[in-house]
């Protein structure tokens, strides 16, 4: 376990870097070590067990029987809960009563004398989550932590002011190579049962399998199931790949472009959503954007089971994804399946670090996670534009 502070203020009285806004409520508890990371905090239900308080007027200890931490009110269990971890806190806190208002909005964790802050970003049915914001040289003694945690509050306002506008909002998303797209594939040899396996790898994840990191908060197991109208770009090189119209259940149309001469696990992609698009004259709309040799291939349907592993250390997002690909309109239909292993975007305050390292150790999960599954698969760089190929090829198209 680990010592983490939970600092209580005055909601009525933010953002943190306008005025001095201090905390008005310390608690000293312990938290899971494997719930705090150098980029994420996260504070899952039931986990958190408050030790002790400290107020402008009294410093002491709260009572064995107290309930676990709890200040989310998203539904009537965790609004018991809070009201219930309050209540205690008010019968220990000489008067200084904590105010409706106040929020559990600043966390500290102590590392080689420096003082780690991370702010509150959004909270869950399941937990909440507090971003890094900066550090200081400080440490809390038991007699004046209060009085210390908010001259070390103090000092960091300027970095406070530097990140806040982000700090109001779960969505600090930054992007690695945001013209490429990193993705492992391993395809299957005989198709499985995706959604056996997809919640299977989220129970593991969900259930902390996977130390360091974390289901994406509000995103569960996600199902799409769509069309996709592919191009082949053959020439010239410098325009290689292809151009694909996906509709969406809007009526709008999503264009894809890769642009790759060889399949790789790292390839320049764009995306273009919301586009008003005839899907019954894509063609013409292929030939309109991409001024290159174009080959109309059969169209797909995809349906994709996605996981997302979002990582304490980095914010890093990741996504595995269960794909099976069958074609639209054949005679006699293809499909293919596939796993992809994806980095996605970046939850962080601060400059981006590698995806390399993490992305390869996920990738090296899922692969074990797919042999202790008995799923007959290889690791491969075959592509869906590989497979509308064979598929047109063994179709005489």
Not at 211 to 231: A, C, K, R, T, V
């Amino acid at each position: 376990m680990q010592t983490l502070w939970i600092a209580y203020l005055d909601t009525d009285h933010l953002p943190i870097c306008s005025g001095s806004p201090q905390a008005t409520h310390l608690i000293e508890a312990t938290a899971p070590i494997a719930d705090i990371g150098a980029n994420t905090l996260i504070v899952q239900t039931g986990t958190v067990s408050a030790i002790r308080l400290s107020t402008a007027v009294t410093v002491c200890e709260l009572p064995p029987d107290m309930p676990k931490f709890e200040d989310r009110i998203l539904e009537p269990t965790q609004r018991r809960a809070r009201a219930a971890f309050r209540t205690q806190i008010n019968a220990q806190s000489g008067g200084s009563q904590l105010p409706e208002q106040a929020a559990a909005l600043i966390f500290a964790v102590e590392e080689a004398g420096q003082l780690r802050f991370y702010h509150q970003t959004e909270t869950t049915e399941r937990e909440m989550v507090a971003l890094f914001v900066a550090e200081t040289k400080a440490n809390l003694p038991e007699a004046d932590a209060l009085l210390r945690f908010n001259k070390a509050l103090d000092t960091l306002r300027p970095v406070f002011a530097e990140k806040a506008p982000l700090l109001g909002t779960r969505r600090a998303y930054l992007q690695w190579r945001p013209d490429m797209e990193l993705e492992r594939k391993f395809t299957f040899l005989d198709i499985p049962d995706t959604w056996a396996l997809e919640s299977a790898l989220f129970a593991e994840l969900y259930g902390g399998h996977y130390s360091g990191y974390y289901p994406e908060p509000h995103m569960g197991i996600q199902l799409f199931d769509y069309e996709n109208h592919i191009f082949e770009v053959s020439a010239p090189a410098s325009e290689q790949g292809y151009i694909s119209f996906i509709p969406q259940i809007d009526g709008l149309v999503t264009v894809k472009r890769k642009w790759f001469q060889k399949n790789a696990e790292l390839r320049r992609e764009t995306l273009w959503p919301g586009e008003c698009l005839d899907v019954a004259a894509l063609n013409k709309a292929a030939h309109d954007r991409v001024d290159g040799e174009l080959t109309a291939l059969p169209p797909f349907r995809r349906k994709r089971l996605d996981v997302n592993y979002e990582s304490l250390e980095t914010g890093h997002i990741y996504g595995v994804y269960f794909d099976i690909c069958t074609t639209v309109g054949a005679t006699v239909p293809q499909r293919f399946g596939q796993v992809e292993v994806e980095y996605c975007r970046t939850r962080s305050l601060h400059p981006l670090v590698d995806v390399r390292p993490e992305f390869e150790m996920l990738a090296d999960h899922v692969n074990a996670f797919l042999k202790a599954h008995d799923v007959n698969f290889q690791h491969d760089l075959y592509s869906k534009l590989d497979f509308v190929r064979d598929c047109a090829a063994r179709q005489g198209v």
